[in-house]
């Protein structure tokens, strides 16, 4: 087993630690101490100081001087700043992935497919870094020429969840970055260690590279500090990933000074398993869905939609699945599931299992919380499977817990209404070997969430691809394809190169 403490010495976390910082330069807020314990044995990690609101107006400050430079840097040589924090992030893989496990409490290998992403959003921001491109439309009027290009937009502020604490960041910032913005991110209270260390990682390229403070800044703290973020004319973009509540206050506070937000918040993510579905890798796919990171992705899988033919077949499948599931320490492989994020997520995990049993739900793999040796954090819950209806209250809320639900259909149309009829419209997922019925799915009358996959589940997404979600989702879309355009503004130029002045749409004005 790793020696937490050697991996925070690696990290530069002490264990006291300065919450704000600038990239380059940090201090210790004024506001009241932080205490980080790990849900995986509740032990302290360490300590970060929070900010005051004068802190917060410095970082805007340095984070305002810093963009008058940033944006003059060409886009490509922004990109290579970039590769370079890819390297450094890869010979930190593993110490990075593992204190994403331990304040987390993730299993290590998603811990380390978590700083995986980060790495490849990297390469993909260099990429990009070259293609952020306009496009040119004929004019109507005669030697006059029109285009469109892209410009930085200013300061990004990030406001990232404890359940993908760095690689949710990643996508933003490194997005951002190459956009020619500048960013400054308020990581979550549950999981502010794994921030500072992603900080140290970077801050190597930014003094390499002799860079000015104020292009990658965090300020920790709680709701206040995303109050003033969204509240600040300053703060071009606000980007949130959290609950659906936290994005309602956020995305109202932003729209009141007539911001940009980019939103990505809750799912109630379903997979229809229809007659044809092969089973063998459906199985495992609603398993790792339902379970992986104990329930706590945004992406999770919440619903089965099962086909009454196959329901008993399936049932019995996952029944005899989570008998094997090992719970335990994230840190040890041969475990499947780790603890939630702390007590109060224990707490929402016991209230939801007895709204399931009131609204007559039945539970056929029965939940509870894990007590004794090796579960002393009292987070440990068992992943539990209820068979429920889809308009129970309960079922129509995300719960950040692994608790699944089996809900039978007989008609495709029925699956896919019962699918779509959520509050949340993040990821969905169907198996079938029916081309008709996959392809049913995926059309305009198919699922309506932002993801929809067939054959495999509804976690897990490349980077490649535009990732969020509809409705109480939010309708943001971070990462990969053109995302990036969330990150800039657009303006339209048209040049006239000749001798008259010709109006648009043929109006005459002589004098
Ligand atoms: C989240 O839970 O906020 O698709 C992000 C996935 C991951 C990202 C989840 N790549 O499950």
Redesign the pocket.
């Known amino acids: 087993m790793v020696e937490i403490k050697d991996i925070l010495d690696r990290l530069n976390i002490t264990e006291q630690n300065h919450g704000i910082t600038t990239g380059l330069q940090s201090w210790p807020g004024s506001g009241e101490t932080l205490v980080s314990h790990s849900p995986v044995n509740g032990g302290k990690i360490a300590e970060v100081s929070q900010a005051g609101r004068a802190d917060y107006d410095q970082v805007i400050e340095k984070s305002q001087e810093a963009f008058k430079a940033w944006r003059l840097l060409p886009a490509p040589k922004r990109g290579e700043i970039i590769r370079q924090m890819g390297e450094e992030l890869r010979k930190k893989k593993q110490e990075l992935g593992t204190l994403v496990s331990y304040e987390m409490g993730k299993s290590l290998q998603e811990g380390l497919?978590?700083v995986q992403?980060m790495i490849d959003i990297c390469d993909f921001a260099v990429g990009i870094s070259r293609q952020l491109y306009g496009l040119t439309m004929h004019s109507e009027r005669p030697q006059h020429r029109m285009y469109e290009q892209w410009h930085p937009i200013g300061i990004v502020g990030i406001i990232s969840?404890f359940?993908?604490p760095v690689?949710?960041w990643s996508w933003n910032a490194m997005i951002a970055w190459v956009c020619g913005d500048v960013c400054v991110w308020k990581p979550s209270e549950k999981t502010p260690l794994t921030a500072l260390a992603c900080q140290s990682i970077i801050k190597i390229v930014l003094e390499n590279n002799n860079l000015p403070e104020g292009i990658s800044s965090i300020v920790t703290g709680g709701r206040d500090v995303g109050k003033w973020l969204a509240e600040d004319p300053r703060v071009a973009l606000v980007s949130a990933?959290?609950s659906t509540p936290m994005g309602r206050s956020v995305g109202e506070a932003v729209a009141r000074r007539l911001g940009k937000s980019l939103l990505?918040l809750g799912?109630n993510n379903a997979i229809i398993v229809t007659p044809s579905a092969d089973l063998s890798i459906a199985v495992p796919g609603i398993v790792f869905g339902a379970v992986?990171?104990a329930g706590?992705?945004?992406?999770?899988t919440r619903r089965i939609i099962v086909h009454e033919s196959i329901y008993e077949d399936l049932e019995n499948r996952l029944v005899k699945a989570y008998s094997q599931l090992k719970i335990g320490n994230p840190l040890d492989a041969s475990n499947h599931v780790g603890p939630l994020i702390d007590q109060l997520a224990v707490e929402k995990y016991l209230d939801t299992v007895g709204k399931v049993k009131q609204a007559g739900g039945k539970f056929i793999v029965e939940p509870g919380v894990l007590s004794g040796e090796g579960f002393s954090s009292g987070c440990y819950v068992n992943p539990c499977i209820a068979e429920v209806q889809n308009d129970y209250e309960i079922v129509q809320h995300e719960t950040f817990a692994p608790i699944l639900y089996l809900i039978k259909y007989s008609e495709i149309e029925e699956a896919i209404a019962i699918q779509n009829d959520v509050p949340q419209g993040l990821?969905s997922a169907i198996f079938t070997l029916n081309l008709r019925e996959s392809e049913l799915f995926l059309s305009q009358q198919g699922s309506d969430c932002g993801?929809a996959n067939v054959n495999i589940g509804?976690?897990?997404?490349?980077?490649g691809g535009a990732?969020g979600g509809e409705k109480e989702t939010g309708g943001g879309r971070e990462?990969g394809s053109d995302a990036w355009k969330a990150y800039m503004r657009r303006q339209t130029n048209t040049i006239n190169y000749g001798t008259a002045l010709p109006l648009a749409q043929g109006i005459k004005f002589e004098f």
Not at 296 to 300: A, D, Y
Not at 458 to 463: D, H, K, L, P, V
């Open positions: 497919g978590e992403e969840a359940n993908f690689a949710v990933t959290g990505e799912g992986g990171t706590q992705r945004c992406t999770s990821s993801i509804t976690s897990g997404a490349e980077i990732f990462s």
